[in-house]
């Protein structure tokens, strides 16, 4: 056999493995890619929702005071209570200022002075059209 015949098919013999390597490395990155996809998904849906803009939570503040807190991620103006349903809720300041993220809006019972036992308050504020229920921790009836 004539060496450029010899040379010519050995050429042939290793461009057929290259092409067959390739073809297996393409299938082993698509699955590799599918299962990223399927951790990347799994890991996205574990993540905590992200806080909401403006959120109320009653905590005790003191030795017999309350605070109700926003726990979101944006100022909140003009806040209030309504006055019909949260009649046992007396707030402490009259002020309309804005409650910033982490800051509170001091709070009394006044179940104590004869009024009904609340087991939420209804409040809104700017932006926010209806009325939102906060529930009230044990402890405040």
């Known amino acids: 056999m004539d060496p450029a015949v010899a040379a010519a098919w050995a050429g042939v013999v290793v461009a057929f493995l290259a092409v067959t390597l390739s073809y297996y ?3 082993q990155n698509r699955r590799a890619i599918a299962v ?5 998904a799994i890991a996205e849906s574990a993540l905590p929702p992200p806080p909401p803009p403006v959120a109320w939570e009653i ?3 003191g ?7 926003n ?3 944006e100022v909140a103006h003009d806040l209030e209570i309504d006055a019909e ?3 046992g809720v ?4 009259d002020g309309n200022f804005p409650v910033r993220p982490g800051a509170s809006i001091p ?10 036992i609340l087991r939420e308050i209804w409040v809104r504020w700017a932006g926010q059209p209806d009325w939102v229920g906060v529930p009230l921790p044990p402890g405040w009836w």
């Not at 990223?36 to 990347?40: G, H, K, M």
């Not at 030795?63 to 807190?69: L, R």
């Not at 007396?90 to 300041?93: E, K, M």
């Not at 709070?107 to 009904?116: C, E, F, H, S």
Request: proline share 3%; charged share 30%; net charge positive.
């Open 85 to 87: 349903r949260d009649a």
């Open 90 to 93: 007396l707030r402490v300041d």
């Open 25 to 27: 490395q393409t299938r």
């Open 71 to 73: 726990i979101g991620t």
């Open 107 to 116: 709070l009394r019972n006044a179940a104590t002075y004869g009024q009904p």
């Open 59 to 61: 905590r005790r503040s």
């Open 63 to 69: 030795n017999d005071g309350w605070a109700m807190v």
């Open 36 to 40: 990223a996809e399927r951790q990347a």
